[in-house]
């Protein structure tokens, strides 16, 4: 598919890129080469395929979410720098 300067001139604005002759000239070989291999997957038959979002089955394989309190009050306040009366001592902000 062949792809006119105006239309990559067009797309390098809307890219925000700024191309010098060579590389238009190169982008525009690039670019036919890209639309033709996309123009081959057209052939493909793809009836009775359904669409898919990820390339895998997996859906939720997220644990359950169950609220367990592994850690004592002694055991957090272990290697507090100051505690007092079972609480971690701050100094206050306001």
Known sequence: MPIDITTLKKV???ARLELTPEE?????VD???ILTWIDQLDEVDTTGVEPVIHMHANINSYREDVAHNDLTREEGL??????????FKVVKVI
Do not use: T
């Open 78 to 87: 272990l290697n507090a720098p100051q505690k007092e009366d079972g609480h």
């Open 31 to 33: 670019i036919e080469q």
């Open 24 to 28: 238009e000239d190169q982008l525009s």
């Open 12 to 14: 390098a604005h809307l």
